[in-house]
């Protein structure tokens, strides 16, 4: 929503806590088979700080979290010979909540994601209601039948699903197979049989986004349903670090045409959802190479003026003010209709093979919301504690500040807001056919919070590959402090996130690409700090230059971002050097592993100071200057590039780097090599490099052939294609 202070350390102990359950590291042993109406707890003795005397207790509301608790712990080793205990409990089906008393310490069980908040069971006479977190588990009734999605498939025209049922009661009598678009069924699909195992194959399809709806129904008439999807587009087999994404503040971005600037910087543009679908079917996104399409917040947000933490005015432009759970804001429509303005967008972004995701905004909503003026008691953080306040600092307050003093806080601590939150996400996903969400400010609700989401999004429909993106928005500050609040939200097996921003390298690409501070080789040990913190998680961390809540990149280059964004904003340059150097950066970024990030305005060199200076209109694209245009051209061959070549996807290897130089070689199995060459020098030079490819590779961007020694003009990039590849344009 709003920039943060760059928070260091405020969640220390929870890392250490959960570092190397986020890595995906030491794993429980495999269990023996278990009944399905039966918890299985486990714990080690290194989740607590002191030596273990005696054994734990296993303490849950099946008996009102009685003391002594269960004791009958079997020990287990892992693959690595860590010592584990587990302990089997059969239940009726259900929903309990759970925890492990270690030496008088309260804990969760390792190796369940899923928590919720309740008073103290070692201290019931405090009265706090959710003073500590305890693991949670729904025990399911195995007497009805299931249906599992093992496998969806797309091909360039076709979509393969396999699946199984579950025996419950009774045996499977019979399943029927339902294809859609998202507008109109398709209709019935045959299904191919082999006792509780099936197959469904749909033929014949043309490019775009698809719905498949199982239906099974057992001997006794008991039924069970499960929903897949997935894009048919010329490449298959794509994952999130084969995508781009685009993000759109939608106030900001187009109207009927080329927006005007507003009155002021906390005014409304007048941007619309009808402005981004013309720019889909214009192609803007496809010249580009963008494959997923992020939307600021659709929410109904309030109408007038409100007084900023700056003292100026500001309008809801940017919807982070949501006044309504299920409401797409009219003023987001040029006839006022914001939902079927939202549907019209997803139709034509699925139709060119775009997926789309909503900025989700779980914190806080505006104060005249329904859910205030029903649960203001006990539904949100209480007394107000405005973020950043002299006695309300970041760090100690992150769960509980206030934004303003007209957003109330929610407590996601109480399970009631939790079930009626995520149950709105999942009410966003499923009537508006998303592909994922941006969620906003996750460092400001329990983390429990954000793994009941994902679990949730992630289990309402089988996808694979691009087709379901949650990113996390965890504002951080540079190095590996940034770097260790990040992990405490990855780790794919914990119901962790997709991915996250990666704000230290993004400093870190501001403090040499723009600003000139340390080499290109300090920038590569950042990555590298990168990859090495982030590994093991299954995340695919999301890199860009900037965002909303930050200074435009080319004007941290042209050195004037500091200018106040009320009286004294940047102006937009006119030397192409900065220009180059904002290619450079976007060159490095877009050919990271993971997924880059565009944020709108950067293809053309943007100029922006802070929110709100960094969320100017869009230019006129027939208005652009010679620079912005000369921009414009080679990113979106970048762009194109990226996603055609999955070399550019692919192993990345330095060939040489010095401070001002960097030569990159890149390759895929059975994929075209590419090698990309970066300078940040002032004058032309070149380098010996060795094992470059074979071949005539040509520059994307000039007439340089690739050899050795390499071509460095001063503040260049050079992508090197096979002369032939269809790649070129």
């Known amino acids: 929503m709003a920039r943060f202070p760059r928070l260091i350390g405020f969640m220390s102990a929870l890392v250490a806590l959960v570092a190397t359950a986020s890595s995906g590291c030491s794993s429980a042993p495999s269990a023996d088979q278990t009944s399905p109406r039966t918890l299985v707890a486990w714990f080690r003795a290194t989740q607590i700080a002191t030596a273990l005397d005696g054994m734990p207790e296993l303490i849950g509301s099946w008996n009102g979290w009685q003391r ?32 492990i008393v270690a030496d008088g310490t309260l804990v969760t069980d390792y190796q369940n994601p899923r928590t919720t908040y309740v008073a103290d069971p070692l201290d019931p006479q405090s009265g706090a209601p959710y003073a500590v977190e305890v693991s949670e588990i729904e025990i399911a009734d195995d007497s009805l039948p299931t249906l599992v999605v093992d496998r969806v498939t797309p091909t360039v025209d076709s979509i393969s699903l396999e699946a199984h049922f579950v025996r419950g009661a009774a045996a499977l009598d019979q399943v029927v197979a339902q294809l859609s678009n998202g507008a109109e069924s398709l209709g019935a699909l045959s299904v191919v049989r082999n006792g509780n195992r099936f197959t469904v194959n749909a033929r014949g399809l043309q490019p775009g986004k698809y719905h498949l709806r199982l239906s099974a129904t057992d001997q006794l008439g008991h039924s069970a349903a499960a929903d897949a999807s997935a894009f048919v587009e010329a490449e298959t087999g794509r994952t999130l670090g084969d995508g781009l994404l685009y993000q759109i503040v939608i106030d900001r971005f187009r109207g009927d045409g080329a927006l005007g600037p507003p009155s002021t910087p906390g005014e409304r543009a007048g941007g619309t959802l009808d402005g981004v679908r013309a720019m889909i079917e214009s192609g803007y996104f496809d010249q580009l190479g963008v494959t997923h399409l992020w939307l600021s917040p659709v929410y109904r947000n309030p109408t007038g003026e409100f007084v900023g933490s700056d003292g100026h005015l500001y309008r809801a432009y940017h919807g982070y003010w949501p006044e309504d759970p299920r409401g797409v804001d009219p003023l987001l429509a040029k006839n006022g209709d914001g939902e079927a303005a939202l549907d019209q967008v997803i139709a034509s972004a699925h139709g060119r093979g775009l997926r789309v995701l909503l900025d989700a905004v779980p914190n806080h909503v505006f104060q005249n919301h329904p859910y205030y003026a029903s649960h203001a008691s006990d539904w949100f953080n209480l007394p107000a504690c405005i973020c950043g306040a002299a006695d309300c600092d970041w760090g100690s307050h992150i769960e509980t500040c206030w934004f303003a003093n007209y957003l109330p806080d929610l407590n996601w601590r109480d399970p009631e807001v939790m079930t009626q939150g995520v149950s ?18 996750v460092p400001m609700v329990p983390r429990a919070a954000t793994r009941r989401i994902v679990h949730t999004v992630r289990n309402m429909t089988t996808r694979n590959g691009m087709d379901s993106f949650l990113l996390g928005e965890n504002y951080t500050g540079a190095g590996d402090e940034g770097r260790s609040e990040l992990t405490a939200y990855l780790g794919l097996t914990f119901d962790g996130l997709d991915s996250e921003f990666d704000f230290p390298l993004m400093w870190a690409m501001r403090d040499v690409i723009a600003h000139g501070n340390g080499g290109m080789d300090a920038l590569e040990d950042e990555f590298t700090a990168s990859e090495r913190a982030f590994a093991g998680s299954g995340a695919t961390m999301t890199h860009m230059l900037d965002n909303h809540d930050t200074t435009r990149f080319l004007s941290e280059i042209a050195g004037d971002a500091d200018g106040d964004p009320w ?48 969320r100017r209109v869009l230019p006129d694209l027939t208005q652009l200057s010679t620079s912005q245009s000369w921009l414009f051209e080679r990113i979106s061959k970048l762009g194109r590039a990226r996603k055609c070549l999955p070399a550019l996807r692919g192993q990345r290897t330095v060939l040489f780097v010095d401070a001002d130089h960097e030569v990159l070689r890149y390759d895929a199995h059975g994929a075209e090599t590419v090698v990309l060459s970066l300078s940040r020098g002032s004058e032309n030079t070149s380098s010996l490099v060795s094992d470059l490819p074979e071949g005539n590779y040509v520059d994307l961007f000039s007439s340089h052939t690739l050899g050795s020694p390499i071509a460095l003009d001063a503040l260049s990039v050079g992508l090197y294609l096979p002369a032939e590849s269809r790649c070129r344009e």
Do not use: K
């Open 567 to 614: 009286a004294a904003p940047p102006v937009q340059p006119t030397d192409l050097t900065v220009y180059q150097r904002q290619l450079l950066a976007t060159a490095f970024m877009m050919t990271l592993p993971g997924m880059p990030v565009i944020y709108y305005g950067d293809e053309l060199g943007l100029a922006g100071a802070t929110d709100p200076d960094s």
């Open 424 to 441: 709105d996400l999942a009410w966003w996903s499923s009537r508006f056919d998303l592909d994922g969400f941006r969620i906003d400010a």
């Open 68 to 99: 002594p608790g269960l004791t009958a712990w079997q020990t287990r080793h892992d693959a690595d010979g860590g010592e584990w205990l587990r302990l089997a409990l059969p239940l009726d089906p259900g929903v309990y909540q759970y925890a």
